[in-house]
């Protein structure tokens, strides 16, 4: 039940790559690998220019994006659907135990991203 809850949220991860192919393929013009691997749909990394942000700033910014945050709030609507806790209390333990191991898995990235281009 648990696994059927999160593949559910999952949808909302896929279709933001889903986004990003549809946005390549049809909306933007003339664009280079960086161009790529630069842009999420719905992220903060959107706000700044390819210049203006260090490379290990890259991830934790397309990280933090409205699909993510759609992502969380799916997992705890499933949770609270398929056990007999209370939406809120479903939300707390989603954010204690998939946003803390988010923000590690961010830092651990960034850490790697340091160690590479230094």
């Given at each position: 039940?648990?696994?059927?809850?999160?593949?559910?949220?999952?949808?909302?991860?896929?279709?933001?790559?889903?986004i990003?192919?549809?946005?390549?393929?049809?909306?933007?013009?003339?664009?280079?690998?960086?161009?790529?691997?630069?842009?999420?749909?719905?992220?903060?990394?959107?706000?700044?220019?390819?210049?203006e942000?260090?490379?290990?700033?890259?991830?934790?910014?397309?990280?933090?994006?409205?699909?993510?945050?759609?992502?969380?709030?799916?997992?705890?609507?499933?949770?609270?659907?398929?056990?007999?806790?209370?939406?809120?209390?479903?939300?707390?333990?989603?954010?204690?135990?998939?946003?803390?191991?988010?923000?590690?898995?961010?830092?651990?990235?960034?850490?790697?991203?340091i160690?590479?281009?230094?």
């Open positions: 039940m648990i696994f059927t809850a999160v593949v559910a949220a999952e949808i909302i991860i896929v279709l933001a790559s889903l990003k192919f549809l946005w390549f393929a049809f909306f933007a013009g003339n664009y280079t690998l960086d161009d790529m691997n630069f842009f999420y749909p719905l992220s903060l990394i959107n706000l700044f220019g390819q210049s942000v260090a490379k290990y700033w890259i991830y934790p910014l397309q990280s933090v994006n409205l699909f993510q945050i759609a992502y969380i709030l799916m997992l705890g609507v499933g949770l609270a659907k398929i056990s007999s806790v209370k939406k809120e209390k479903a939300d707390i333990i989603v954010l204690l135990t998939y946003g803390s191991a988010f923000i590690l898995w961010i830092a651990f990235i960034m850490f790697i991203t160690d590479i281009y230094s």
